[in-house]
């Protein structure tokens, strides 16, 4: 193999594959990247045997072939050569020359053969999609993923694509909860005909979309036995899926009330901020008073300190003292764009709820001590 690609294009690829490698692999081949050439491309691979990553790359292919390298050691050579045109030669025994100028690195690959196969998807249905849809669903829902490996089809995202009801267009739901607090997305979407889809993605790829997408261009995402394949721009991403039922979020969303606290977000978000400062992992709940037009936000910490603050909102309920974890609140939030929020209040001992045309937020309340 012979090739040359530009610095800046080989380390952007390498960047992107690199995300998934473990430091600590038990297949001395799953630290390194798979290089190969296409035609007038280079294609880059990485794989933990649950997620692979590939990406094309604009290169001049002077001669055939295929060799796997170390990824970090790879990534850090290329990060120091200075810019322009690299080359790299693969000789006999699988070693391998960078070369840029008056520079040269020799390193030792290992063979393709050794390199575990990616799955291939051919002839399945296709769901096409805008990439700044699925980033702005993600951003809203991601963050309330469970991390508990006890609670394991919790450890990833809900993603499900339904025929609306009424209307000859497709829904698209996205879903997250850890048990304390739960998100919903929900996007109509201009698709015709097509499956109607129920998958849990891992956390792992939710992480690698939200790296890879942006606001413009198309994604395409092909569904498989237990595997989902995400096609966008030159970068391809294949993940094993969740296995297990998702729990019923439906049932556990509560209708909308009347009983509802209107409030500029940026000065709540910045208002829990300071209060939860304060916050211990013994003493994370921070305290919300409600009465007429006024929020009082105050924290007390025990051989730590007090704070306290009022903020004027639009209120005309009942008086209700009631407790959150501060980020909880702060990860809705930051995430949200409106310049207010609705929180909807009922009881101390239940939910809050923030909700939108298209999106929930449920989150539930903490005993203050």
Same mark, same amino acid.
């Given at each position: ?59 001049? &292919?002077?001669? @055939?072939?295929? #060799? $796997?390298?170390?990824?970090?050691? %790879?990534? *850090?050579?290329? !990060?120091? /050569? ?117 998958? &849990?993605?891992? @956390?792992?790829? #939710? $992480?690698?979309?939200?790296?890879? %997408?942006? *606001?413009?261009? !198309?994604? /395409? ?124 209040? $009922? ?23």
């Amino acid at each position: 193999m012979k090739i040359q690609v530009t610095k800046e294009n080989l380390q952007r690829g390498i960047q992107i594959v690199q995300n998934i490698i473990t430091p600590k692999n038990i297949l001395p081949i799953l630290s390194n990247v798979l290089i190969e050439t296409l035609k007038n491309k280079v294609k880059l691979t990485s794989t933990d045997l649950d997620i692979g990553i590939s990406i094309l790359l604009e290169a001049e &292919i002077q001669e @055939q072939g295929a #060799i $796997t390298l170390p990824a970090k050691r %790879l990534s *850090d050579i290329i !990060k120091e /050569l200075p810019d322009g045109e690299i080359n790299i030669i693969v000789k006999k025994n699988n070693v391998v020359y960078i070369r840029l100028e008056s520079c040269e690195f020799k390193l030792m690959g290992l063979p393709k053969d050794e390199f575990p196969k990616l799955p291939e998807f051919k002839d399945r249905e296709v769901v096409e999609l805008e990439q700044v849809i699925l980033k702005e669903m993600l951003q809203l829902t991601s963050f309330a993923i469970s991390h508990e490996e006890t609670r394991y089809v919790l450890n990833g995202l809900l993603l499900e694509l339904k025929k609306h009801p009424h209307k000859d267009k497709f829904v698209l739901k996205m879903v997250a909860t850890d048990g304390r607090r739960l998100t919903l997305a929900e996007k109509e979407l201009d698709i015709k005909s097509g499956k109607e889809i129920k998958i &849990i993605i891992p @956390q792992k790829t #939710i $992480t690698e979309l939200q790296r890879n %997408l942006k *606001d413009d261009g !198309k994604i /395409l995402i092909v569904i498989a036995p237990n595997q989902v394949f995400f096609e966008l721009d030159h970068t391809i991403i294949i993940t094993r899926l969740i296995e297990g039922e998702f729990p019923n979020y439906a049932r556990v969303i509560p209708a909308p009330t009347e009983t509802k606290v209107k409030i500029d977000r940026h000065q709540f978000l910045q208002a829990v901020r300071r209060a939860g400062l304060l916050s211990t992992p013994d003493s994370l709940a921070i305290r919300l008073e409600l009465t007429n037009n006024k929020l009082t936000l105050t924290k007390s910490t025990p051989d730590v300190g007090e704070s306290r603050e009022e903020l004027a909102v639009e209120y005309q309920g009942k008086d209700l003292i009631i407790g959150f974890n501060p980020a909880y609140l702060i990860d809705v939030l930051r995430n949200l764009s409106g310049a207010f929020v609705e929180l909807e209040l $009922t009881e101390p001992e239940k939910p809050g709820v923030i909700r939108t045309e298209d999106y929930v937020y449920l989150i539930q309340p903490m005993r203050l001590v």
